[in-house]
């Protein structure tokens, strides 16, 4: 079930399943009611309507779509899991009031997967010791370690490890002698950790990486004074939302620039809008970095997440869901998670005894793995699940993104 606010209206996008109907013979000493199942709620702080809805749409999609199994599988014993949606428009004023709409609506715990929401919100997970689960990382959301946690990595400690795995595998710097880095981006939470920690690995590693400059706009879509500065590089951190990254990629191409790009998961969660714009030609070779498997891989749950999409969807839709590349396969395994930690809270005690201080309990002493040796997890002081990043390289002559054969790299955030 999923409730919807849009502009403060609020939409039911499905009836409640109906209860099986009682025999009508009284005297059938084996008749017994139907179970009664306790409803569990799903915050979902989301942008459908601004700037990130090209993605964040389909990110919904994949949390529907995993709810939806999740019930019908009856994987929780006793519970009914539920969404309910408000539509942030990627505004950070939204934030607080969207928060507080989904704790009157019963929201027993809290997600997103925008950045600016979930630092405006930390605190208030923290107030109202409410379990605050988010797609994205940033220092403020882990440090101190409370009841906010990233289903991922920060963004600053994955850019610190391509790098390093770029001057392993990707760049001969002993040869060529420093790589040229720049980056360019919206000023946002997420943009400005990526710059700080990109400029510290540079620092700490002037043989490698020559850092030229970051360069942060408000939300530009267009970024000449930024191309000037940074088509002389060898390596790119480009914008991370939407038509704003696409175009500048375009006027970097149009710049004659060679630079290869360095990418988060974020990037290709905007796959279709950069073929689109760009064709396959015009991102040959852009690194990107992805904690969870990809689409057609063989690993467990690749291959469940793709099971699950044949389920539910079809043809165009089906389509357009893969094309969204990790906006719906980075979430789903996102998602997954975050739905192992609430059936592993919810098994333990019951849906009807649930409790944030329960969920928290669960969260912090939570390990999994989607790839064997591959963990993730929490613990009393760790808030960020990820443990290993994955490194793909899209390929134009075969029009896909696949993995690098040194496919795996450990995370680190120190240089």
């Keep these: 079930m999923r409730v919807i606010v849009r502009f403060g209206v609020i939409v039911m996008s499905c009836?409640?399943?109906?209860?099986?109907?009682?025999?009508?013979?009284?005297?059938?000493?084996?008749?017994?009611a139907p179970t009664k199942k306790t409803k569990f709620t799903i915050g979902n702080l989301t942008d459908i309507t601004g700037v990130a809805a090209e993605s964040m749409t389909k990110v919904d999609v994949a949390l529907d779509d995993l709810v939806r199994y999740f019930n019908e599988e009856n994987l929780i014993p006793g519970a009914e899991?539920?969404?309910?949606?408000?539509?942030?428009?990627?505004?950070?004023?939204?934030?607080?009031?969207?928060?507080?709409?989904?704790?009157e609506r019963g929201?027993?715990?809290?997600?997103?997967?925008?950045?600016?929401?979930?630092?405006?919100?930390?605190?208030?997970?923290?107030?109202?010791?409410?379990?605050?689960m988010n797609l994205s990382g940033d220092p403020v959301l882990v440090n101190p370690p409370g009841w906010a946690f990233v289903m991922g990595a920060s963004a600053g400690c994955e850019m610190m490890t391509i790098l390093k795995w770029v001057a392993e595998h990707d760049w001969d710097y002993k040869t060529k002698g420093p790589a040229k880095l720049g980056s360019a981006g919206w000023d946002d939470p997420i943009v400005q950790?990526?710059?700080?920690?990109?400029?510290?690995y540079c620092k700490a590693h002037p043989d490698q990486f020559e850092w030229v400059g970051g360069y942060r706009t408000a939300y530009s879509v267009t970024w000449g004074p930024e191309v000037e500065k940074l088509s002389g590089c060898d390596y790119v951190l480009p914008p991370m939302t939407g038509i704003g990254f696409v175009n500048f990629i375009k006027e970097m191409n149009a710049a004659g620039s060679d630079a290869r790009y360095l990418c988060s998961d974020a990037q290709p969660s905007y796959l279709g809008m950069m073929i689109d714009g760009l064709g396959w030609d015009g991102f040959d070779g852009m690194l990107f970095m992805m904690p969870s498997p990809y689409w057609g891989e063989d690993y467990e749950t690749s291959k469940l997440m793709e099971r699950i999409l044949d389920r539910y969807h079809t043809g165009a839709d089906a389509e357009a869901l893969k094309m969204s590349g990790t906006a719906y396969a980075g979430a789903w395994h996102m998602f997954y998670g975050i739905l192992l930690v609430v059936k592993e809270c919810l098994t333990d005690i019951g849906p009807e005894n649930f409790s944030q201080e329960a969920l928290y309990n669960t969260a912090v002493n939570f390990t999994g793995a989607f790839v064997k040796g591959r963990d993730w997890g929490f613990n009393e002081t760790k808030r960020e699940a990820w443990n290993w990043v994955g490194i793909f390289r899209a390929n134009a002559a075969d029009q896909r993104i696949v993995r690098e054969k040194e496919g795996w790299a450990p995370i680190i955030c120190t240089p």
């Design 15 to 32: 009836l409640l399943l109906a209860l099986p109907l009682l025999a009508a013979c009284g005297d059938d000493d084996n008749e017994t």
């Design 81 to 103: 899991l539920e969404v309910v949606d408000y539509d942030t428009q990627y505004d950070p004023s939204r934030a607080i009031p969207g928060w507080e709409w989904l704790k």
């Design 107 to 132: 929201a027993d715990v809290i997600v997103t997967g925008l950045p600016p929401i979930a630092v405006t919100n930390r605190s208030l997970a923290d107030k109202d010791k409410t379990v605050f």
């Design 193 to 200: 950790d990526v710059q700080t920690r990109a400029e510290e």
